[in-house]
């Protein structure tokens, strides 16, 4: 039957400054791709882009980072779905509106087939009550959405199956740490192919240590600076947002450059480079906890997948020569480890093909 399962699936990636368009044949290989980085023109660049696809669009798949406790799974979009998806905004306001926009455009331009709504959320609505309740007033947990979501859900979806397809395990039986390390970062602790802990929480902001976002500090901080110090809300939001991180301590958020920097005896790009690494090695001790211990332990994200520096801190049983030249979808373990350890190139788009495929399946 030829149907949206064996022909083109657009992928639409909706960034907070940026625009992923991809468009995947019946096999998963991209035919046509464009990244914007400041998508003021997305609606004309999407148009042009569709006009120029190589093939008919059967379906679209949208990256939608926040599902709330109502989406956990893949969705078609509707009216009612993206009213829905619209009163998020408030739990994800830097990239839910980008991801309605893109939705908007994308429907104007490419009317009359299926718009699916993937989220980075849903992968984690399999997190068990333990991992995912805060330990707050009821009243409060009554009233409001007040629990671990997580984040990077399709990315850890797909790169935690990936490095199972590579380690020749099954994904059922394998105990798996994702560590998807970008510009956002986040860890997930994965059994029987389900997130069963991660990094992020009620909003991007928990968890490692980031690009420009602080992470895991002490709540005391911000009420202090709140009441003795005088910081505004809006203040407090956009230095934890923006101004933390590695930019907050060495002013840049590039880790190629912290790792320059510090090889040339940069202090502040050092102390940088050391609290992320901290950050990192402290969360990932959490997830094999959690785990009972890992079989495997994934690396993915841009600064995951080519960050050997950062990699070689983490405590685990790496071979020098293949993490220092790993490639694309790699093996970086010492022989023998007991945990093996890969590196695997990031592919949301992939993953929202498969759900896109999966969903209208079923």
Known sequence: MDSALTRHILVVNAGSSSLKLSLLDGNDVVVASRDLDTPRDAAEALGAFVSDAPADIAAVGHRVVHGGTDFTS???IDPAVERALSELTQLAPLHQPAALAAIHDARRAI????????FDTAFHASLPPAAATYALPAEWRAQWPLRRFGFHGLSHAYASRRACDLAGAPVEQARVVSCHLGGGA????VEGGRSV???MGFTPLQGLVMATRAGSIDPGIVTWLQQRGGVTVDEVQEALERKSGLVGLCG??????VISRRSAGDADATLAFDVYCH????????????????DIVVFTGGVGEHAAEVRATCGLALDPSTNASASTDTEISAPGAASRTFVVTAREDLEIASQVRALLDA
Not at 279 to 294: E, I, Q
């Open 197 to 199: 802990d991660t990094t």
């Open 252 to 257: 840049t958020s590039d880790m190629r450059e």
């Open 74 to 76: 893949a969705v078609v």
């Open 279 to 294: 950050s990192l090695r402290r969360a990932l001790g959490a997830m094999t906890a959690v785990l009972g211990g890992a």
């Open 186 to 189: 986040s860890l997930c602790a």
């Open 111 to 118: 009317p009359g087939v299926p718009h699916v709504a993937c």
